[in-house]
Antibody
Framework: QVQLVQSGAEVKKPGASVKVSCKASGYSFRGNYMHWVRQAPGQGLEWVGR????????NYAQKFQGRVTMTRDTSISTAYMELSSLRSDDTAVYYC??????????????WGQGSLVTVSS | DVQMTQSPSSLSASEGDRVTITCRASQNISNYLNWYQQKSGKAPNLLIYAASSLQSGVPSRFSGSGSGTDFTLTINSLQSEDFATYYCQQTYSAPLTFGGGTKVDVK
């Protein structure tokens, strides 16, 4: 079955960087864009960006430009999201989500379990 | 960016109630509108796509409607497992954006 398994929780100090991984299984990794979404404690969902696993092409939300880097390793079907210059308001659960197409419309039909990143001095 | 506004932000209901949640887009997004359910501590789960199509495996008490800028999610005969937070999402243009969420809790 399709699965996205993310790396574990991280605690980082302000100014540090964090790299979260998302390992895909049960489907062709290159065939679907991978998106990253975050959720601060008690808050809503915020789109961070996406990567095309086939080409490596990326698009980031303007808010994160210059601080976020998305990469992938197709040999192990894994996508990565690195966020640098961490601040306390980056404390959130970070999700990877697979984009599929249903009736010509994009949907996030599979999500990772989430990775909690805590930024604290 | 397309702004998505959900209302209400929270509501209290009882099992068996009919619940309606609305989502408004800041511009015409046709039917590029999805609904997700999120339970505490879990990832969101797709309920409705293309504004009104039911995702496979989702109970038929869930339904969606709307097009353009105004959309509705309806839950007929609310069940205990439906107490959760619901989000709309537009996939018309990047950045993909979500509504602020509607928390449905027990009256």
């Amino acid at each position: 079955q399709v699965q996205l398994v993310q790396s574990g929780a991280e605690v980082k100090k302000p100014g540090a960087s964090v790299k979260v991984s998302c390992k895909a299984s049960g489907y062709s990794f290159r065939g679907n864009y991978m998106h990253w979404v975050r959720q601060a404690p008690g808050q809503g969902l915020e789109w961070v960006g996406r990567i095309n696993p086939h080409s490596g092409g990326i698009n980031y939300a303007q808010k994160f430009q210059g601080r976020v880097t998305m990469t992938r390793d197709t040999s192990i079907s894994t996508a990565y999201m690195e966020l640098s210059s961490l601040r306390s308001d980056d404390t959130a659960v970070y999700y990877c989500a697979r984009l599929s197409t249903l009736e010509g419309r994009g949907v996030f039909d599979q999500w990772g379990q989430g990775s909690l990143v805590t930024v604290s001095s | 960016d397309v702004q998505m506004t959900q209302s209400p932000s929270s509501l209290s209901a009882s099992e068996g109630d009919r619940v309606t949640i609305t989502c408004r887009a800041s511009q015409n997004i046709s039917n590029y509108l999805n609904w997700y359910q999120q339970k505490s501590g879990k990832a969101p789960n797709l309920l409705i796509y293309a504004a009104s199509s039911l995702q496979s495996g989702v109970p038929s008490r869930f339904s969606g409607s709307g097009s353009g800028t105004d959309f509705t999610l309806t839950i007929n005969s609310l069940q205990s497992e439906d107490f959760a937070t619901y989000y709309c999402q537009q996939t018309y243009s990047a950045p993909l954006t979500f509504g602020g969420g509607t928390k449905v809790d027990v009256k």
